[in-house]
């Protein structure tokens, strides 16, 4: 039986899940993805925090539903930053970032 490859829409909705899985283990952390929401004629910025296994958008709406995609839009995720949390001014609370998406998907590089 041949293997059936994932669609990159499908590694992008399983990328952001098992971030959302890392990152609720490890509750002291935040990590920022960047990005871009495609659309024919251009690019919107794209931003989500990932804190305590759960995601949230600062740009656009997302869906909560674990069952659904997280950016019902197509989009393109460029950059990776992870912060200590809680985030406070007074504080450089930046830790690290990556452009590429499986770098954070090693729990080791949360720490």
Not at 47 to 53: D, H, P, Q, S, T
Not at 87 to 94: I, P, V
Not at 98 to 107: D, E, P, R, S, Y
């Amino acid at each position: 039986m041949a293997e059936t490859l994932a669609s990159p829409k499908m590694v992008e909705i399983d990328l952001i899940n098992n971030l959302e899985k890392i990152s609720s283990a490890i509750p002291n952390r935040i990590l920022k993805i960047e990005g871009l929401i495609l659309k024919e004629n251009n690019k919107e910025q794209l931003e989500i925090l990932i804190f305590k296994g759960f995601s949230s958008s600062t740009t656009h709406p997302i869906e909560i539903d674990l069952e659904k995609k997280v950016i019902e839009l197509s989009y393109l995720i460029t950059n990776f930053k992870l912060y200590k949390a809680p985030l406070k001014e007074t504080e450089d609370n930046f830790i690290r970032e990556n452009q590429n998406a499986i770098f954070f998907l090693n729990q080791k590089n949360w720490i």
